[in-house]
């Protein structure tokens, strides 16, 4: 997805070329072009059919893309109203029922034990908030990461190994890390 102004792009699978708006949110901060091209092309070969958990929607690119690329099912957590409105408009565009948006703030989201698996967990939470390594503890503390589940990373720092293992009870491998810029991110197998 390439974004320009306040929309992006889908840049792959079935909605290739759609374009959507989002808003401008304090804190709300797209995934980048080139990283967001990157995760994709790393995980294009295992997404097909699975369901998707992205914590921190925001503007929603992380979600149309994995819905757009074969993706059964994505559940997307946004806590601000107006860019939640805004998903739930663009939403309705594709007419789709395999791409469900929740309101909630996704630290409360994750405090209730996890209903059902998932394949993949998209976590870019706001940066220098510590929201990421509570996320982690709570993902793991509540049931989300189970044996063969992805999570994606997107951080203002390197993920190492020490900082999961502080973080998450089950193991685990960083299957692939990259940086662009200031954005940092992996994807972690649990084991």
Known sequence: MSTAGNQFQIIGGRHRGRKFKFLEVTSLRPTPNKV???????????????????????????????????????????????????????????????IQFIHADALDFLTKNATQPFDFILLDPPFHQKILEKSLTLLSKNGFLTSGCQLYLESEFKITDSLLTNHLSQPFSIHKQKHSGQVHYCLIKVL
């Open 36 to 98: 967001r091209e990157t995760l994709f092309n790393w995980i294009q070969f295992e997404l097909s059919g699975k369901v998707f958990l992205d914590l921190f929607s925001g503007s929603g690119a992380l979600s149309f893309e994995a819905l757009s690329r074969g993706a059964r099912q994505v559940f997307s957590i946004e806590k601000d109203l107006r860019a939640f409105q805004q998903l739930e408009k663009n939403r309705t565009l594709l007419n789709t029922g395999q």
